[in-house]
C-alpha cells in the first residue's frame, strides 16, 4: 500500500463516487492472483482450462455487445474542442466529468473496488510511468497483472510524487448505450463505464499508453506510438532495432514474432521481440531514437494464429494465458478459434456462449476479434533488451497497411519530413478491432487515428520538430504492404516470415548497402534485390506488386488533398509542401 496523498485522496473521492462493499489492494502475488481466479472461476465470469494441456490458463466471454474498441464512444475531453482535433469526438470535460459520475455514482454496490498500481515500462526506468485503475472486474485485474507491471513496488518507485495517471474502470449494467471511454488528457485522468472489453478496459493500454502519453510526449519531447518494436539479428550478432506501425489487426504482433524462413535460419538469421502493439520513444543521450515497450504482454488476435503463421505466438498463449471470445472445447477442455487448424472441435461452445459444432456450424467459433492475454516472458524470441529501462536504438521506422492496390511491397521516404508524409498519408481497410464496418479504405496516420490524445496537426507538427532535433541520427522510414491481392482476392505476397526478406532489403538502405529505383513516391527495390532464395515466388510476380501506378497514385494525391483539409491551419506548411512535390512528380 501507498501514503501517497494524492492517490489516497483520489481514492477515497473515488469510493465515495462508486460506493463498493469492500476494497482491495491489488499486489500482484501469485498468491492474490490465485484467489481471484478462483474467485472468477466461483461465479462463472471465467473457466478453468484444462491444465495439463493449458497450465494457469483460462477463457472469459464478453458480453456479445461488447467485443470490441468502440471508437464513437471514445472522447478527448481537453478543455478546448480545438485541442482534441478533427479526427476525434470531443466532450466538454466539465459535462464529461457529471455525465460520467452520474453513471458511475453507486455502481459498484454490492461488488469490490480493486485499486491496480502499475507501471507502464521497467519498474524504476526513467522511461516508465505509472497508473492507478480502479475496478469492479476480477477480468480487468488478472488482465492488467500480465499486460503491466502490477506490484508493490510500483508505490515504492512512486513514493509521493503526484506524476501517475488515474483510471477509474465501472462495468455498470455493461449497457452499449451509455458506453464512454472518456480520456482528459489535461488532468492525467481516465473513465471508462459500461464495457468489459480489453481494448477499452484495461486502461494502461490504448487509454494510457496512447492517448494520455502522446499528449505527454508532445508536451515533454517524446513519442508514444501504435509501434511493434524488433531487432534483427545478422549472422555476424549485429542486430538491427526497427519500429512498425500498422493498424490495429494488421500484422504487428506477427511482424514482431517473425520466424525467418528456412534459408535465413541456415545462415544465422534471428528475430527478437521487444514489443508488439506500443513503442515509447525519445531521443536518447548519443542524439539517436530510443523505445521501449511500455507493456508486460500481448493482447493478441487470435484467430489466424498457428503453428505455421506466428508459432511465436501459438507458444507464448500455452500457459499463465487468459483467452477471451474464442471457441471453447468441450472434449479436452481446450480453446479453439478459425484458423487455429483445419480441425474445428464438434462439441463446443462459441463465443456468445451457444452450443457449437465447428464440423457442421456456418457460424465462427470465436469471435474475429478475439483476443490472448499472454505474458512476454513466455515468448520464445523475447529480446534480452526487454526488460531493460533503457530501450533500444531504432533505426528503421516502418509505415503499413492493409491495402489491396496502390501501395508497393516496400519503398522508402526521400528523407524524414518525406517520412513523416509518408505515415500521415496512411491508408487501411479497416478491420473487426474496432466496431463498424469492415473492409472500408480508411486514413489512419501513423496508425493513430483512434490513439492520438490531441489534435493531430499537432501531432504531425511534432514529428516534424523530433526530425529536427534527431537530424541525421534519425531513423530512416519506409512504408510496406503485405496485403496486395490478386485479382482472384487471393493475397499475392507470402507475408508472414518471408516479410524478413522485405526486412533484409530495409535493414541494407539503412546500412548504405543496397541500391533502390527513385519513383514519385519514393525509393523502390529493384526486384532482384529481394532475396527470393527458397520461396516459390516469380521475379515478374514480384516486379508487379512493386509497381507505382502514376495514375492510381494521382487519384490517391486527390483523397489525400480531401483528407488534408480537415486540419485547416493546423496542418503543418511541411506537408503541403511534400503534397504539391508529390502531384508535381506524378504529372
Ligand atoms: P492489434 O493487436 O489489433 O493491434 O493487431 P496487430 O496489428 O498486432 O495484428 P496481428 O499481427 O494480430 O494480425 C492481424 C491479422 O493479420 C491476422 O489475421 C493475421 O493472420 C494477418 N496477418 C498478419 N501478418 C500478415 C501477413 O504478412 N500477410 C497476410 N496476408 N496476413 C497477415
Ligand atoms: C488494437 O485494436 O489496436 C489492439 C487491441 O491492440 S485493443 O487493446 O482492443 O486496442
Ligand atoms: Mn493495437
Same mark, same amino acid.
Given at each position: 500500500m501507498t501514503n501517497n496523498k494524492t492517490v489516497l485522496s483520489w481514492i477515497d473521492e473515488m469510493k465515495a463516487l462508486v460506493t463498493p462493499d469492500q476494497v482491495v489492494w491489488i499486489d500482484g502475488t501469485d498468491e492474490q492472483i490465485e484467489a481471484l481466479r478462483a474467485e472468477a472461476c466461483s461465479t462463472g465470469e471465467m473457466i478453468k482450462l484444462n491444465q495439463e494441456k493449458l497450465p494457469d490458463c483460462y477463457l472469459h466471454r464478453t458480453a456479445v455487445n461488447d467485443v470490441a474498441r468502440v471508437e464513437d464512444?471514445?472522447?478527448?475531453?481537453?478543455?478546448?474542442?480545438?485541442?482534441?482535433? &478533427?479526427?476525434?469526438?470531443?466532450?466538454?470535460?466539465?459535462?464529461?466529468?457529471?455525465?460520467l459520475y452520474d453513471?458511475?455514482?453507486?455502481?459498484?454496490?454490492?461488488?469490490?473496488?480493486?485499486?491496480?498500481?502499475?507501471?507502464?515500462?521497467?519498474?524504476?526506468? &526513467?522511461?516508465?510511468?505509472?497508473?492507478?485503475?480502479?475496478?469492479?472486474?476480477?477480468?480487468?485485474?488478472?488482465?492488467?497483472?500480465?499486460?503491466t507491471r502490477v506490484s508493490e513496488k510500483v508505490w515504492e518507485a512512486l513514493g509521493d510524487s503526484a506524476e501517475w495517471v488515474k483510471g477509474l474502470h465501472c462495468k455498470v449494467n455493461i449497457d452499449a448505450e451509455n458506453r464512454y471511454i472518456c480520456h482528459f488528457p489535461e488532468d492525467d485522468t481516465i473513465i471508462s463505464v459500461n464495457s468489459?472489453?480489453?481494448?477499452?478496459?484495461?486502461?494502461?493500454?490504448?487509454?494510457?499508453?496512447?492517448?494520455?502519453?502522446?499528449?505527454?510526449?508532445?508536451?515533454?519531447?517524446?513519442?508514444?506510438?501504435?509501434?511493434?518494436?524488433?531487432?534483427?539479428?545478422?549472422?555476424?550478432?549485429?542486430?538491427?532495432?526497427?519500429?512498425?506501425?500498422?493498424?490495429?489487426?494488421?500484422?504487428?504482433?506477427?511482424?514482431?514474432?517473425?520466424?525467418?524462413?528456412?534459408?535465413?535460419?541456415?545462415?544465422?538469421?534471428?528475430?527478437?521481440?521487444?514489443?508488439?502493439?506500443?513503442?515509447?520513444?525519445?531521443?536518447?543521450?548519443?542524439?539517436?531514437?530510443?523505445?521501449?515497450?511500455?507493456?508486460?504482454?500481448?493482447?493478441?488476435?487470435? &484467430?489466424?494464429?498457428?503453428?505455421?503463421?506466428?508459432?511465436?505466438?501459438?507458444?507464448?498463449?500455452?500457459?499463465?494465458?487468459?483467452?477471451?471470445?474464442v471457441a471453447h472445447n468441450l472434449d479436452d477442455n481446450t480453446v479453439w478459434w478459425e484458423g487455429l487448424d483445419k480441425n474445428p472441435p464438434e462439441n463446443a461452445v462459441d463465443w456468445t456462449g451457444e452450443p457449437w459444432n465447428g464440423k457442421t456450424s456456418d457460424k465462427k467459433g470465436a469471435h474475429p476479434n478475439s483476443r490472448f492475454t499472454a505474458p512476454a516472458k513466455n515468448c520464445p524470441c523475447i529480446s534480452s533488451e526487454f526488460d531493460k529501462g533503457t530501450g533500444v536504438p531504432i533505426s528503421a521506422i516502418i509505415f503499413g497497411g492493409r491495402r489491396a492496390q496502390t501501395t508497393p511491397l516496400v519503398y522508402q521516404s526521400r528523407d524524414w519530413n518525406n517520412g513523416v508524409f509518408v505515415g500521415s498519408i496512411m491508408a487501411s481497410e479497416t478491420t473487426a478491432a474496432a466496431a463498424g464496418a469492415v473492409g472500408v479504405v480508411r486514413r489512419d496516420p501513423m496508425a493513430m487515428l483512434p490513439f492520438c490524445g490531441y489534435h493531430m496537426g499537432d501531432y504531425f507538427a511534432h514529428w516534424i520538430e523530433m526530425g529536427e532535433k534527431l537530424g541525421d541520427k534519425a531513423p530512416k522510414i519506409f512504408n510496406v504492404n503485405w496485403f496486395r491481392l490478386d485479382d482472384e482476392g487471393h493475397f499475392i505476397w507470402p507475408g508472414f516470415g518471408d516479410n524478413l526478406r522485405v526486412l533484409e532489403w530495409i535493414v541494407k538502405r539503412c546500412e548504405g548497402k543496397a541500391d533502390a529505383v527513385e519513383t514519385p513516391i519514393g525509393y523502390v527495390p529493384h526486384a532482384e534485390d529481394i532475396n527470393l532464395d527458397g520461396l516459390d515466388f516469380s521475379l515478374e510476380t514480384l516486379k508487379g506488386i512493386l509497381e507505382v501506378n502514376n495514375e492510381q497514385w494521382l487519384k490517391e494525391a486527390d483523397g489525400i488533398e480531401e483528407f488534408y483539409k480537415k486540419f485547416g491551419d493546423k496542418l503543418p506548411q511541411e506537408l503541403k509542401d511534400q503534397l504539391a512535390a508529390l502531384k508535381a512528380r506524378l504529372v
Open positions: 464512444r471514445t472522447f478527448i475531453c481537453s478543455r478546448k474542442e480545438e485541442d482534441a482535433g &478533427p479526427t476525434n469526438h470531443w466532450m466538454d470535460p466539465q459535462k464529461a466529468y457529471k455525465m453513471i458511475a455514482r453507486g455502481s459498484y454496490k454490492g461488488r469490490t473496488m480493486y485499486v491496480i498500481p502499475y507501471s507502464m515500462g521497467p519498474i524504476g526506468s &526513467p522511461l516508465s510511468k505509472i497508473g492507478v485503475e480502479l475496478t469492479d472486474s476480477i477480468y480487468v485485474v488478472l488482465n492488467m497483472c500480465i499486460m468489459g472489453y480489453g481494448g477499452n478496459v484495461l486502461l494502461g493500454k490504448k487509454c494510457f499508453a496512447l492517448r494520455i502519453a502522446s499528449y505527454l510526449g508532445k508536451k515533454q519531447g517524446w513519442m508514444a506510438e501504435h509501434m511493434l518494436i524488433l531487432g534483427i539479428e545478422k549472422p555476424d550478432g549485429e542486430i538491427t532495432y526497427v519500429a512498425a506501425a500498422f493498424p490495429s489487426a494488421c500484422g504487428k504482433t506477427n511482424l514482431a514474432m517473425l520466424i525467418p524462413p528456412e534459408v535465413y535460419k541456415q545462415k544465422g538469421y534471428k528475430v527478437w521481440t521487444v514489443g508488439d502493439d506500443i513503442a515509447w520513444m525519445q531521443i536518447g543521450p548519443d542524439g539517436r531514437l530510443w523505445a521501449i515497450n511500455p507493456e508486460n504482454g500481448f493482447f493478441g488476435v487470435a &484467430p489466424g494464429t498457428n503453428a505455421k503463421s506466428n508459432p511465436n505466438a501459438l507458444a507464448t498463449t500455452k500457459a499463465g494465458t487468459i483467452f477471451t471470445n
